[in-house]
């Protein structure tokens, strides 16, 4: 039944049945009158009791619902039921027969008129959609394509949106819940705010997917809190983990970011809790933030008008297209056939994205130093006149030089973490060697046996710091620093500044990775040139072992075991391949001899050493939902990046999609019933306010 709209002006005085509308072309067909209430009228196709006003009789004759059930019930196959209006009673009865009949040409037309190929059709521009596109599009997209392909595509926003939520998106995360199994997993998490500022956890699952054969890391979902309140955070994850029958005694490691005291800090917080019911597990904070603030913390140790020289210069030029038209032309009369790149913007956001940024502006230093005295010397303009004097000062170029190669290299260590599957010697030798390289810029020539000896060399002893004049700045740094020509004094204190950056960087280092450095090494054992070794390490002083919850003497039979096979896959940089060999080996009766092992070496590999992936995963999640679209709901937001994780970890696009039979069976009748029947707010959940 219809809600009644509110009472205007004129509806005071009421209005009644018309016998004249049963001889009105479009109402005749289906209008009757409802007995002992002429204020309503009825229609004979949806059962249902309309106001007795004509603008509400004819708004209902063009509704979706009554044409729908106008073309099935007026067809000569249904068989109707003989109307009777004489009694309420005999009113619900012709309801229920009707509906009984639309039923069944439903469950007729599922089998006759559906065309598979057009659902098909359908379900991957969906997919389409969810990968690249606003969902807004489709009512013009849809049209193209069927007429294209001559096929009756009928497919908008509405049932678009419908498809991504019910079908598609919650199907690729059964997928991705099969996949993972009963298996171990690692969870990388990362609180954010959208556009509405409602505050999400967004997790990522890292995994040994055993379809794919190698490690993935992959979307899992959004859990919405009402507040940041660790107790909540806690309860809220769980209750997700329990939902997706992933028990908590298999995850291996949480990694984030290790900012947010309601998830990693010492007291109350989701950590502790994760301890409690996971004794073994291990928490990892990220080692590309980690080296992003040691960074930060280093360069605040040089003067402060570095960072704001390198930032001014970006919104001079990114707030005016004169500026930018202006500084063109000066730089391709100096470099003749070549174009000026633009600046970079410094920004948190991005990890180290100080390196770009002092490239950009060293290669272009003498140019822009020249653009700004001009513009001093013929506008008047603070900003211009202050940077002139930067970049005119040969300190800041010097300092320049001497940060440089340093962030340069943090920078090419912090993308080695980023990569999904490397091997971890790799990683732990790029690490310490970095930390070894700086603190032999500044100490004396000192041996170190190990990994663990590196960083635990006691910076707080003095007796060992070279002079001032012996410490390493890079010979870039000492070409620059004679040529500049300054005073002893001023060349003093500036190489004092840059050394005290060096072991600012080396504290700093020092104090957030030892414990990443300790989990690394461990790993290093399960190297394929370590383990099929006569001079393996015995397997009782193997680190790991306290994570494995099953039969040790089982597992050291089988690490005593290793060298007796011949294995293919023995390359360093074929680890993975190396273990999935190992768990999947069988003897000669058929039994598979190293399965605990293999999945055990398996499972530690699931540890992430770097959240970017769940970083990336909010970007999109901010990319999706932005202001224009800030009224699409979670559902809706949480199954479009399903399907582009599965797309990914898939290493496919939506030109590659293949619709399952699991999504062509739910593509049915009672797909179109639920669409139909969602509230009409939901039709809009990704309409864009933009006319």
């Known amino acids: 039944m219809m809600a009644p709209k509110p009472i205007g002006k004129w509806e005071k005085y009421g209005k009644r049945y018309c016998r004249d509308w049963e001889k009105e072309a479009g109402l005749k067909e289906w209008i009757r009158s409802v007995p002992g209430d002429d204020t309503k009228a009825a229609c004979r196709y949806c059962i249902c009791e309309i106001r007795a006003h004509h603008s509400d009789l004819v708004a209902h004759s063009k509704t979706k619902k009554h044409k729908r059930h106008f073309a099935l019930l007026s067809s000569p196959n249904v068989e109707r ?88 998106g919650p199907t690729v995360h059964k997928e991705l819940l099969r996949d993972i199994g009963n298996g171990f997993y690692s969870l990388i998490i990362d609180e954010s705010s959208d556009v509405s500022t409602q505050k999400q ?43 997706n029958k992933l028990n908590i005694k298999k995850c291996v490691g949480i990694a984030a970011d290790g900012l947010s005291a309601s998830i990693c800090g010492h007291k109350n917080s989701l950590l502790k809790r994760f301890y409690e019911l996971n004794p073994c597990g291990i928490f990892i904070k990220c080692i590309c933030f980690s080296l992003h603030l040691c960074l930060s913390r280093a360069i605040d140790v040089l003067p402060l008008n570095l960072e704001y020289m390198i930032s001014q210069t970006y919104l001079w030029f990114s707030r005016s297209t004169f500026h930018q038209k ?36 060293l290669s ?17 303009d603070y900003s211009a006149d202050l940077l002139c004097q930067m970049y005119s000062d040969p300190v800041n170029r010097l300092y320049l030089v001497f940060l440089q190669p ?62 001032l004049l012996e410490v390493n700045l890079g ?38 990775l030892p414990p990443n450095v300790h989990h690394l090494e461990s790993l290093s054992a399960l190297n394929p040139s370590v383990v099929l070794s006569p001079l393996r390490p015995a397997f009782s002083t193997l680190s790991f072992l306290s994570l494995y919850r099953g039969d040790h003497l089982k597992l050291e039979q089988q690490w005593r075991n290793l060298d007796s096979v011949f294995w293919t896959n023995t390359e360093d940089g074929q ?57 699409l709901q979670d559902s809706l937001l949480e199954n479009i990046l399903r399907i582009r994780a599965y797309m990914h970890r898939n290493k496919i696009c939506c030109n590659q999609f293949q619709p399952s039979k ?26 864009e306010d933009i006319f």
């Open 81 to 168: 039921h003989p109307y009777d209006f004489d009694t309420r009673h005999s009113l619900q009865a012709e309801k229920q027969v009707s509906f009984e009949a639309e039923q069944g040409s439903f469950d007729e037309l599922k089998h006759t008129k559906m065309d598979e190929s057009v659902n098909v059709c359908a379900l991957k521009l969906a997919a389409h959609i969810a990968c690249h596109m606003s969902i807004f599009t489709v009512d013009h997209l849809g049209c193209i394509v069927g007429g294209i392909a001559e096929k009756d595509i009928s497919l908008h926003r509405t049932k678009c949106s419908t498809l991504i939520r019910d079908i598609i």
């Open 201 to 243: 956890l967004c997790l990522m699952v890292r995994y040994f997917s055993n379809r794919l054969k190698c490690i993935v890391s992959s979307f899992a979902g959004i859990i919405t809190l009402t507040a940041s309140d660790s107790d909540l955070i806690t309860e809220a994850l769980l209750s997700f983990l329990n939902e």
């Open 326 to 361: 202006r500084y063109s032309e000066l730089y391709a009369a100096i470099n003749v056939g070549e174009n000026a790149l633009k600046m970079l913007q410094v920004t948190d956001t991005r990890w180290l994205s100080i390196s770009p940024c002092i490239n950009r502006v």
């Open 364 to 380: 272009q230093y003498d140019v822009l130093r020249l653009h700004f005295q001009s513009v001093k010397d013929n506008e008047k």
């Open 406 to 467: 340093l962030v340069q290299e943090a920078n090419r260590i912090s993308k080695l973490f980023l990569l999904e599957t490397v091997n971890p010697v790799k990683l732990i030798t790029e690490l310490v060697m970095l930390y070894q390289t700086l603190l032999l810029r500044i100490i004396k020539p000192c041996v170190f046996p190990t990994w663990m000896s590196v960083m635990n060399y006691d910076l707080r002893s003095k007796r060992n710091y070279l002079p």
């Open 475 to 512: 010979q870039m740094f000492l070409s620059e620093l004679a040529n500049a020509k300054l005073s002893s004094q001023s060349a003093e204190v500036i190489q004092s500044k840059c050394r005290d950056c060096i072991l600012e960087l080396v504290n700093q280092i020092k104090l957030r």
């Open 575 to 631: 680890i993975e391949q190396f273990w999935v060999e190992v768990a999947k080996h069988t003897d000669e009766v058929g039994d598979k001899d190293f399965v605990e092992l293999g999945l055990f070496a398996l499972a530690l590999f699931t540890l992430p050493f770097s959240s970017a992936a769940v970083e990336c995963t909010v970007s999109q999640m901010n990319m999706i939902k932005h202001k224009l679209k800030n009224r």
């Open 662 to 687: 699991e999504m062509i069976s739910l593509f049915n009748s009672e797909f179109y019933a639920v669409a139909n029947n969602k509230d009409a707010a939901e039709d809009y959940d990704d309409y």
